[in-house]
């Protein structure tokens, strides 16, 4: 069983990390996250909802408001600890969509996964981060400008980033952010050729370990529901403990 602390824990680490890479807004009630220069969704959330039921409409008026002069879509990820436990259904009421399931997972006891042929992991530190933000960017089909604002944001004795090379060419990527005693583990990512040769599973068993080796209580990461990276990573030893849908608001849609 994973203690009540866990939920508040996941959730503080992830927004201590988007706090790294883009703008902090306080809404009086949640904490709205946005990029003036990069307009991509991972860097545009409304989170941490926690509000009185009389301020919910409020909320997501300001919410509506701060995004539409942004020029970018509005969207909430909400957690079980949301409040109030109605507010999916409010955003529903007020035309935001059910747009993704994700899950907050734990590693509870890591499996190794098969070795892959000529597979090196490196740790990859800020000031050679060149080949690490290419592939990253590449997997996730990021805008170049992103390097700007991560060279900045990883630069943390906090971040540890993770550069797989096959036969010494760049193949994938992953990091892992302590905070609170959590390793969070994020943009755990591979290129289209080197895919199914079991990179992305040895570098989150890499970053697990060295999570542990570090002093975590816990290593657990975000990913969407029934794919097949949930499936990876159950395979790793990871485990769902609760659920955090996204609902999008899309400004000019009928």
Same mark, same amino acid.
């Given at each position: ?22 703008? $902090? ?42 995004? =539409?002069?942004? $020029? ?15 507010? &999916? ?7 935001? =969509? ?19 042929? &000529? ?18 960017? =590449? ?7 992103? *390097? =700007? ?15 797989? *090379? ?30 199914? $040769? ?45 659920? $955090? ?10």
């Amino acid at each position: 069983m994973v203690p009540p602390t866990f939920v508040a824990t996941f959730e503080n680490a992830w927004v201590a990390l988007r706090s790294r890479w883009c703008d $902090r807004t306080d809404l009086n009630g949640a904490v709205a996250f946005s990029d003036d220069h990069i307009k991509i969704t991972m860097l545009h959330r409304v989170v941490q909802v926690d509000v009185a039921d009389d301020r919910v409409e409020g909320l997501i008026d300001d919410a509506l408001r701060f995004f =539409e002069e942004k $020029r970018f879509d509005c969207a909430f990820t909400l957690s079980s600890n949301v409040r109030p436990p109605d507010f &999916a259904k409010r955003l529903e009421q007020r035309g935001f =969509e059910f747009a993704l399931q994700a899950n907050a997972m734990v590693c509870d006891r890591l499996s190794q996964p098969r070795k892959t042929d &000529a597979l090196k992991i490196e740790r990859t530190h800020v000031d050679g981060i060149g080949a690490w933000m290419g592939v990253m960017c =590449e997997e996730f089909g990021l805008p170049k400008k992103t *390097r =700007e604002r991560a060279e900045s944001a990883l630069d943390s004795p906090e971040v540890r980033l993770y550069l797989a *090379r096959i036969e010494g060419e760049p193949a994938g990527t992953a990091l892992l952010y302590s905070h609170e005693g959590m390793g969070y583990v994020d943009l755990v990512g591979t290129l289209p050729s080197y895919r199914g $040769r079991g990179i992305a599973s040895n570098l989150v068993a890499r970053i697990v370990t060295d999570s542990q080796t570090i002093g975590n209580r816990w290593t657990a990461l975000e990913v969407g529901t029934d794919g097949p990276a949930q499936r990876i990573y159950e395979r790793l030893g990871f485990r769902s403990v609760y659920q $955090r849908p996204r609902y999008l608001h899309t400004f000019g849609k009928s």
